[in-house]
């Protein structure tokens, strides 16, 4: 390939070609203007933001207000970028404490659309976003998915379910605002996809990776050639990508993938995402979302490169200003150029936290959600273990519960009722259905010192 | 007349069936009869035992999650029909069996999860080991003996 021959980024294999050869000038970015500006002005434009950001939330939400003046600061204090420091974190309970509207900045004739997630208790964490913030949580996607090579004009087939997980509505709206065509088919229905796929001349496909990977398998069963397919680009989300399964999908699919970073509490999907040059890494929206990697230990920055975890304040963000969120994600941010031209500073992908929250088929879960439902069982102890696997593309998650000796009864109906109605309880705390498994009394191993209890299975 | 049947939950793992039986022969409690059914994670082990109060005390000493049911124990004569004629009187009444097992271990049934490593096991083992043909040799000597 000599230097300056053209590479089309939209044939199929073209972006991965492209950034193999170093061509990364033959990849599109959405607004090079902030994307690839120098940091100076990035963080010129971060500051002006954060000021207006914390003068916003002063003002308009009596938490931050109570809760600035009883720690002596002011908006007037915010001079520096690190003048961050004198703010107060936020974390899920601050959330979960003002639920539902207690953090909403405007008055719900202002909010267009209000999304949530699970809470670590009974209550789910709702989030609200104006029309202003829809436009930028759009802008945020469209320059994720263009990282991975997708242009106006390419039809995008959704395998994520919609309803109140943020993913689903985030991706479709980012790529609308980019111009491409949206398939609403929402999750399952695997031979349907595939069919959709070749029907509709799908060239994007938004999925967890777990259930691309099923598609993919679905797919070759059918005998389904995916090297002729118009698909030409994933774009993963909902949970963790583990390398190996991406580069497989890549190889099996022939298609380019890339994963984003988010979470519903700072918007949604699109906090972050990959681009062709550092697949371990992803470009932060630093002029939407000023990051901290901090110590979560003592809550103070970590040396520049180092692990922490990740803390982002939204900056002007109208229907909830959050604060120093606590994302409990452990990352390190770097601020070097990257080769694929943006500026914009990368965080090494997520692979641990500082707390011990599950992501399954996209919902937060904390294993102390499910030790309170037991307890409010009388027939099982709150003894319990977690398993977490992969079956058919979708997390499965699997709660094994120890039955007290008298709540044994002589019939399967009872035992199995049993087992339903813990299943039934489980699944209205944590929004997600699990399997739950009777175990005999003092079955389930009794850990010394921090217990553990989960048994994540799948592939890392 | 009713017998104590004496049921304990079972997780369907290597090993959770025999040590309840440990826990009898400990306690001198001979099993006359049992049944064990799974729910593929999760069984109920149901036993006709000679000391169904030293079999419970053993089990809840060991923590087990257990309990006593009365049920019905018939003893048919072995001819054909037999089996049929008893559930008929309850069939024509509306009872419903909940399960039905036969008692005296002396022929068990096992259905494994390797059966044929059992099977090489077993048969190394002094213990006899029935085929189909024997058990329809069995029924055919009789039937000619008593023709």
Known sequence: ?460 | MTVSQISVFANSRPGHMSRVLALFEEAGVSVRGFSAADTGEYGILRFVVDKPEEALAALQQAGCACTVTPVLCLRLDDVPGELSRVMGVLARVGINVVYSYSMISTYIVLSCTDAERARELLAEEPVEMISQADIARIVAERTGKEA
């Open chain 1, 1 to 460: 390939m000599t230097e300056n021959a053209p590479i089309d980024v939209t044939a199929k294999g073209g972006a991965l070609a492209a950034a193999a050869a170093g061509r990364f000038d033959a990849l599109p970015v959405y607004k090079p203007e902030i994307e690839c500006a120098p940091r100076e002005h990035i963080e010129a434009v971060q500051l002006a933001k954060l000021q207006e950001t914390v003068a916003y939330a002063y003002e308009r939400v009596p938490y931050y207000r109570a809760k600035m003046d009883e720690m002596g600061v002011g908006p007037a204090d915010i001079q520096t970028l690190a003048d961050v420091r004198k703010l107060p974190f936020t974390d899920k309970a601050v959330l979960r404490d003002t639920f539902p509207f207690g953090l909403f900045a405007v008055p719900l004739s202002e909010i267009r659309e209000l999304h949530s997630s699970s809470g670590t208790t009974g209550k789910p964490v709702v989030v609200g976003y104006t029309d202003d913030d829809m436009a930028m949580w759009s802008e945020c996607i469209a320059r994720l998915v263009q990282m991975a090579g997708v242009v106006p004009g390419d039809v995008a087939q959704m395998a994520f379910g919609y309803g109140m997980f943020t993913g689903g509505f985030g991706l479709h709206y980012g790529l609308q605002r980019l111009g491409c065509a949206m398939i609403p088919a929402g999750s399952g229905n695997t031979e349907r996809h595939i069919q959709m796929i070749e029907d509709y001349g799908t060239t994007v496909l938004v999925a967890t990776p777990s259930y691309a990977m099923h598609i993919c398998e679905v797919g070759e069963q059918m005998g389904y050639d995916w090297e002729t397919s118009p698909l030409r680009v994933g774009l993963f989300g909902g949970e963790p990508c583990p390398p190996g399964l991406k580069a497989e999908i890549e190889r099996r699919m022939h298609i380019v993938c890339t994963d984003n970073y988010g979470l519903t509490e700072v918007m949604g999907p699109g906090v972050s995402g990959e681009c062709l040059a550092e697949r371990y890494q992803q470009h932060i929206a630093e002029d939407h979302f000023l990051w901290e990697v901090v110590d979560p230990e003592t809550g103070e920055p970590v040396g520049e490169g180092e692990v922490g975890e990740l803390v982002l304040t939204p900056l002007c963000k109208q229907g909830i200003p959050v604060l120093r969120y606590c994302t409990h994600d452990l990352t390190a941010v770097h601020t070097g150029p990257c080769a694929c031209g943006r500026t914009l500073a990368r965080m090494d992908k997520v692979r641990s936290r500082s707390d011990d929250m599950l992501i399954i088929r996209g919902t937060n879960v904390f294993p102390s959600q499910i030790e309170d439902v037991l307890t409010g069982i009388e027939e099982v102890t709150p003894h319990y273990h977690i398993v977490v696997r992969t079956k058919n593309g979708m997390d499965e998650l699997i709660v094994e519960t120890e039955l007290r000796p008298e709540a044994f009864s002589d019939s399967f109906e009872t035992m199995d009722a049993l087992r339903r109605r813990i299943a039934e309880k489980l699944k209205a705390t944590l929004l997600v259905a699990p399997t739950v498994r009777l175990v005999e009394p003092g079955g389930i191993e009794r850990a010394v010192g921090k217990a553990k209890h989960v048994d994540d299975q799948r592939a890392k």
